[in-house]
């Protein structure tokens, strides 16, 4: 049964590690990373963008498929099903078709109407029993369509959106979508200090996890970050295997076409990929 993601946050924030946000755009994804939460003891929330969603057949196939799976896969621990980046009206159609947990990005807007369509989402998500996500300031590259300049949030903003009643946070620390370019400066821990400082409990959310190094990372847990969100690594390492795979010939052997074959690697690199993750955030045995 899909939860709120309220719980596992508040439980990671007061014990300093993070839950991993694994975003999945497809069946080999999503199944990857349910058995790698369940084998490590550990909650997870499972990222869908409104791309992916579409990518998928829709929400309602979303939320088939991972109930689905859940179900017949006899997952236990705490999964979250979040809506990643969201528009207003895509936040709306996710919770009519079953998320457990929605984000809904106001950044670009102006802060006051961030705080209108926030405020109106925090009164519908309470209502359910859902968990929120919002965001000020903006998470720097592009993922889905979704492009940021990577500005540094506000930590007043941040404290206006907090004092909704949202569940989580996610600010701009200069934090990037995708690969970090060679140049990047880093995250701004001065920033997180600032807005973990106005925020109080709010356990507040790091975008762009993948390429970030493992001092950050832990660095950004120890000031407050109780979900870190992974997408291109896994899709990194899904490419690689198969690639991999193909290049050795293996999918011409025997039926080695089979995508339950073809996919495979793929598959067990993601696998590898969450597991990695988890240790370095200290969701193992959290569950």
Not at 167 to 188: D, F, R, V
Not at 265 to 273: V, Y
């Amino acid at each position: 049964m899909l939860v709120s993601a309220k719980d596992m946050l508040t439980k990671a924030k007061a014990g300093k590690y993070a839950v991993g946000q694994f975003n999945i755009n497809n069946l080999e994804w999503t199944k990857a990373i349910l058995l790698t939460a369940q084998e490590n003891n550990s909650p997870v929330i499972l990222g869908v963008s409104e791309g992916a969603g579409k990518y998928m057949g829709g929400y309602h196939a979303v939320v088939g498929m991972v109930n689905g799976l859940m179900q017949d896969l006899n997952i236990t621990v705490p999964v979250a099903l979040h809506l990643d980046h969201g528009s207003f009206e895509g936040a709306e159609k996710c919770i009519e078709a079953g998320f457990s947990s929605i984000m809904f990005d106001g950044s670009h807007y102006p802060i006051d109407e961030n705080i209108d369509k926030t405020t109106k989402l925090v009164k519908i998500c309470n209502e359910k029993g859902l968990s929120l996500e919002a965001e000020v300031g903006s998470i720097g590259g592009e993922e889905d369509g979704v492009v940021g300049a990577g500005e540094c949030a506000d930590p007043n903003e941040c404290k206006q959106i907090a004092d909704l009643g949202v569940t989580m946070l996610a600010a701009g620390i200069g934090n990037i979508h995708g690969k970090y370019p060679e140049n990047w400066a880093g995250l701004s821990f001065e920033t997180l200090e600032a807005v973990s400082e106005k925020t109080g409990d709010m356990p507040l959310v790091l975008h762009g996890g993948t390429g970030i190094p493992e001092d950050m990372i832990k660095k950004a847990i120890s000031l407050g970050v109780a979900k870190i969100n992974v997408n291109t690594e896994c899709q990194l390492s899904f490419a690689e295997a198969t690639r991999k795979y193909i290049e050795a010939g293996k999918d011409l052997e025997g039926k080695g076409f089979d995508p339950r074959k073809l996919l495979g690697p793929g598959f067990e690199a993601i696998k590898a990929t969450v597991k990695e993750k988890m240790e370095l955030f200290g969701s193992v045995n959290q569950a």
